[in-house]
């Protein structure tokens, strides 16, 4: 009899597994679009859920209704689970992500067009997570989170009673970064588990949030060493929480505690400057810490729709899209494939270079560091410490391991081993040259060798190698300070080859910076554009505007600091050096030159286009004013502030056409990443490219017609076809760039307007 009864169980357990397992091929067949599968279930009743769509568990339709699909099933509504289920224990498929979030990339494809973007109206995306009662009872679900958990997919996470991570883990709520808040009431969970004043430092300033601080703050329970231990664990927090009171769901928990609101607004008003995201995300917690929670739910839903559609929340959207559309190349042969970079070798211990060795150290490449002149060398070694000391994103632990990789030396022959070299000494091509022929007498046959320029021909200096080391040599134009700036310009010479393109790339990335492929001209794609901005801030005081007021209209455009403020910063002596240099520069028609007769060389005079204090915060000065309206007389009324943003912005953007037309850019989107992560354009903004096509090009043509500019051609051929700038280059273009690979450019030395 017993020997009877012992049959039949293990024939159920085998019919029940049997099932599991068809469930789970036809879910999979169902991954294309995401879906949820019930993996196993334990003998006392724990049930394990996968949610799965390739790569990162995205949110989509498909693993919603998934999820939907096993907790029907959960409650005994199908036939093939007949086991009582105790616990749930909520994962995701693969090792990179418990859930990635919504797929954002699918919601900018339109070209340019107003953003849609459906948002859940009931619970969190409608799944039923939190209040799952299977069989009358509330039982405990638990989240096992291995890799990312960040926005929809935190959210997902927080409907779970409990939550146990792995120690690689980083949840998240990045939504701010692309001009939304949190939708599936994130800024209602969060609050109540951590406190408003931890959620909104978290959601507002959009970081991940690594498992060990996530910990700390209360966001996940437990922490495993790694995924082999993460679903056993997550099983016993449910094993332990079920048959009795169980954590009660976060949307029941007691609203939280307000914190000082009118701070956050402070702070946001100069960190997050026309971003309307951060006000709504305010407002929302706001609304958390009133209560009652669907008081909350509908205020974050109310606040949602317009950010989405919003011309902030587009462009933040097609910035985030420009950020990872950059890093592809896209005339690579396929199978193309960049070499690992192990070891580097950096010559010039100055602060470029400096910061371009902390940017490998960091990441765990050894690093050999260059300088022939000890006391240069000594000094150098001196800053990065100076900087690792002062840094606050690192623990004493990671700047330790990345101080080790430092090896410094003013012997050549130690650059060796290493398998590329970034050269970073002055904005001299004979010097560099120079280094360069040393370099390929020295470095391995395979070692890529790359130069750190703001301009300068990259062919020229490729032509000193030996014919075989050419197709290895290519710029890389880091921004200062290169170990805080996240722009990495790379640049292709005539012979630079598609693996050495392929492998920088891949480079750049891994050391943490958003990647551009440029062509070789004169200032590339970043140095050839700012260059016009500049002659246009002083072409706006030639028709009368006055140095604060050109400041004015860039600041409230959204600029960190104005072009006069700026050319006070660097200088003013030094601009007109370069201009010397370049063989542009004309007296007559440059108002600095009185401004250095009078020594006012900027701010290191304390005078310069602003009068400074100690302070260095820069107020109008009335001597410079007095000067101004003698040299240019006012002839009417002066420009107002919309005329002076226009004509600060339409030469360079000008440029940027024809920066496209003569495939000297990939895309426009890359010319928009340049700006935002180079020169500080407004990320609210899109980019130079992006806000061409928001103002209109046909206001783009007029104004430089009034400035008396000649519109490029492709701006003519886009107004003639009656598209935007990303619609016409997502039929046509694309076969500058492919033309101009491998042609020599001569250097275009353009003059921008005076």
């Known amino acids: 009899m017993k020997c009877e009864k012992h049959k039949r169980s293990k024939s159920k357990k085998r019919k029940q597994h049997k099932q599991h397992k068809k469930s789970k091929r036809e879910n999979n067949n169902m991954s294309k679009t995401g879906t949820a599968y019930i993996d196993h279930i334990t003998d006392d009743g724990i049930a394990v859920m996968v949610i799965d769509y390739f790569p990162v568990n995205a949110l989509s339709a498909g693993l919603t209704n998934g999820v939907k699909t096993v907790i029907r099933q959960l409650e005994g509504r199908d036939p093939g689970i007949d086991q009582k289920v105790t616990g749930l224990v909520v994962t995701g498929a693969g090792n990179r992500a418990f859930c990635a979030g919504a797929d954002i990339m699918a919601f900018n494809t339109n070209r340019g067009k107003p953003v849609s ?34 926005g929809g997919g935190l959210e997902l996470a927080l409907t779970c009673h409990y939550r146990v991570a792995t120690a690689n883990s980083n949840v998240g709520l990045p939504e701010v970064n692309i001009g939304l808040l949190p939708g599936g009431q994130g800024t209602q969970r969060l609050p ?21 601080k996530a910990l700390e703050l209360g966001i996940i329970n437990e922490m495993v060493p790694s995924k082999a231990e993460l679903i056993d664990a997550a099983i016993a927090m449910a094993r332990k929480n ?30 997050r400057k026309g971003q309307p995201a951060a006000e709504a995300i305010i407002k929302c917690v706001e609304a958390a810490c009133k209560g009652p929670w669907d008081y909350g739910r509908k205020q974050e839903g109310v606040l949602f729709g317009p950010l989405a559609g919003s011309p902030e929340g587009r462009a933040m959207l097609h910035m985030f899209s420009a950020e990872r559309a950059g890093k592809k190349v896209s005339d690579l042969p396929k199978g193309v494939k960049g070499k690992k970079i192990k070891t580097v070798g950096v010559v010039g211990a100055g602060l470029m270079g400096g910061g371009i060795a902390m940017c490998c150290a960091n990441v765990g490449m050894k690093v050999t560091i260059l300088d022939i002149d000890q006391k240069n060398l000594d000094r150098g070694m001196a800053l990065i410490d100076a900087n690792y000391a002062r840094s606050r994103s690192m623990s004493a632990e990671q700047k330790a391991a990345a101080r080790a990789n430092f090896t410094p030396t003013t012997n050549y022959d130690d650059l060796a081993h290493c398998d590329m070299i970034v050269e970073a000494v002055f904005e001299s091509l004979d ?26 021909d990259i062919d020229a ?81 030639a028709q009368g505007a006055l140095p604060e007021e050109v400041d004015y209209a860039a600041t409230e455009f959204g600029m960190k600091m104005g072009p006069m403020a700026m050319a006070d910063l660097v200088g003013l002596d030094l601009g007109i050096q370069a201009w010397k240099k370049a063989g542009t520069y004309n007296p007559e028609k440059v108002p600095q030159h009185g401004l250095i007769e009078m020594g006012r060389l900027g701010q290191k005079s304390n005078a310069g286009w602003f009068d400074y204090e100690d302070n260095r915060n820069g107020t109008p000065s009335k001597v410079v004013n007095d000067m101004l309206r003698k040299i240019y007389p006012l002839k009417g009324s002066p420009p107002s502030q919309q005329e002076i943003t226009l004509s600060l912005y339409m030469p360079m953007i000008n440029e940027g056409f024809k920066i496209l037309e003569e495939g000297m850019a990939q895309k426009p989107s890359d010319i928009d990443v340049c700006y935002v992560y180079g020169y500080n354009f407004p990320k609210v903004r899109g980019g130079p490219m992006f806000y061409a096509d928001t103002v209109g090009l046909p ?25 935007s700038l990303t619609q016409y280059w997502g039929k046509h273009g694309g076969k500058q760039w492919a033309a101009a690979k491998g042609q020599t450019h001569p250097t275009r030395a353009r003059k921008a307007k005076m």
């Open 117 to 150: 973007i459906d948002r859940p109206t009931t619970g969190p995306f409608g799944m039923g997570l939190e209040d799952n009662q299977i069989g009358g009872v509330n039982i405990p679900v638990v989240a096992a989170i291995n890799g990312f958990a960040l």
């Open 192 to 212: 109540r588990i951590i406190g408003s004043e931890q959620a909104l430092e978290a959601i507002l300033s959009g970081d991940q949030i690594p498992a060990p």
């Open 242 to 271: 079920r048959g009795k009171a169980a954590q009660p769901s976060i949307a029941k928990m007691p609203p939280p505690a307000p914190c000082d609101f009118d701070s956050f607004r402070k702070r946001m008003a100069s960190k």
């Open 431 to 456: 010097i560099k040259q120079k280094i360069f022929e040393q370099l390929d007498g020295v470095c391995k046959p395979d070692a890529f060798l790359c130069t750190n320029t703001s301009a300068l």
């Open 461 to 541: 200096i490729a032509g000193v190698c030996k014919p075989e080391r050419r197709p290895l040599v290519m710029g890389t134009h880091f921004f200062s300070p290169a170990n805080v700036m996240k722009l990495l310009e790379n640049v292709r010479g005539k012979e630079t080859s598609d693996y050495t393109i392929a492998t920088m790339m891949q480079w750049g990335t891994e050391i943490g910076k958003w990647c551009i492929l440029a062509g070789n001209c004169q200032g590339f794609v970043g140095n050839r554009m700012v260059a016009f901005y500049s002659g246009a801030a002083r072409g706006a005081i």
């Open 699 to 723: 206001t783009v043509k007029k104004t430089l017609e009034t400035l008396g500019i000649k519109p490029a051609k492709l701006l003519e051929d886009c107004i003639a076809a009656d598209m």
